[in-house]
């Protein structure tokens, strides 16, 4: 008989970065919330990843599941009406994008040239009081406080060290805005995130997201892995927009497919009784599986990681519920069985 797994049913949540496109994570996390039969144990995340990851966390800390739903959705509505003026993280306002940026418009060589032109400038040049909308936004949805002392979840956020090039890693019970705000610092648009001294950019370079930390703590050995960067694309990009956005969804995949390929390796040599497997150590056997991007957010440009308008982050919700609905109900079973990504095949 197919043995059962343990009621209810437990996984860690591996969150990867995308700006705007982390809605669709929002839609995610919500459903597996709905779900009685299954548990959050441990999240990691970077980027947007990390920011779902803090709502979460909040909110399982001062209310539940129905806390980290209200708190999720506080988050991308905060993150909506940050500001009017223009269609990144400062505001609403994809109407207007559309009618100033029409696609007719960025294929011309001045649009290039002023995009060209705009790249040359660091954001120390056009932002020199570091006006990061976001950090408002975190301190009025997420309560950190909560989260270091009273969350029932580990954490593991991702930022990367700018003097170093090495991951960092920040825990739970250290956590801040600023180790949230570090692992989601693009260099072009924002400062470097200083903590402790030492400067830090997005965590996405380095661990998009991280796995290797599951495999140390005493976390549930099922990860489900949500990401936003397609891995497949059918057609070779041509255009110079098209090649940069191909080109940028190839580097934030990067690390994810190398920590795949560990993971994929180690799981060959235990089962060819090469290594003998340890509860927590070295050599642990994570169950894998996946949400991805290639199913979901295929269609949706580069661009679009920097809208904001509340229907598109709503529509990117109800992607990820969808989504997630579709794999409760062909793996939720599997959860503490088996695997449901054959990383073997995908990556070795």
């Known amino acids: 008989m197919k043995p059962r797994a343990a009621r209810p049913r437990t996984i860690s ?44 966390a909040s909110g399982l800390a001062t209310g539940g599941r129905e806390g980290a739903k209200a708190t999720l959705a506080r988050f991308w509505r905060a993150v909506s009406n940050a500001d009017g003026r223009n269609g990144t993280i400062f505001g609403d306002s994809g109407v207007w994008s559309a009618v100033l940026q ?56 991702a930022a990367t060290g700018v003097r170093t090039g090495k991951v960092r890693m920040f825990r739970r019970e250290e956590l801040t805005i600023d180790h949230l705000l570090a692992s989601a610092c693009l260099p072009t648009l924002f400062h470097a995130v200083e903590i402790d001294g030492e400067p ?64 994929a390796f180690v799981q060959k040599l235990l089962d060819e009784g090469m290594l003998k497997e340890t509860a927590r150590g070295r050599y642990r056997r994570l169950r894998m599986h996946a949400i991805t991007a290639d199913g ?29 609905d579709a794999w409760l109900a062909a793996h939720l079973t599997s959860v503490g069985l088996e695997s449901t990504v054959d990383l073997k095949a995908e990556f070795l």
């Open 13 to 56: 949540l591996a969150l990867q970065g995308g700006g705007s496109h982390g809605a669709f994570e929002w839609g995610v996390i919500e459903r597996l919330l709905e779900e009685e039969d299954l548990d959050i144990g441990a999240v990691t995340a970077a980027s947007a990843g990390a920011m779902n990851a803090a709502a979460l």
């Open 102 to 157: 029409p696609d007719w418009l960025k294929a011309t060589p001045a649009w290039r040239w002023a995009e060209s032109l705009g790249a040359t400038m660091s954001p120390y040049e056009f932002n020199p009081f570091n006006l990061n909308p976001m950090r408002d936004v975190l301190q009025k949805t997420v309560d950190v406080a909560a989260i270091r002392d009273h969350c029932p979840i580990e954490m593991f956020i």
């Open 200 to 263: 830090y950019w997005d965590g996405g370079y380095l661990a998009n997201p991280p796995i290797w930390p599951l495999v140390y703590a005493d976390t549930p050995d099922d990860v489900l892995v949500v990401t936003l960067n397609p891995f497949v694309r059918e057609e070779a990009p041509k255009s110079p927009g098209e090649i940069m956005d191909r080109l940028n969804e190839i580097t934030f995949n990067a690390a994810l497919s190398a920590e795949l390929r560990a993971v």
């Open 296 to 324: 979901h957010l295929r269609d949706l440009t580069m661009a679009s990681k920097f809208t904001t308008d509340w229907t598109f982050l709503t529509g990117l919700r109800d992607r990820g519920r969808r989504a997630a």
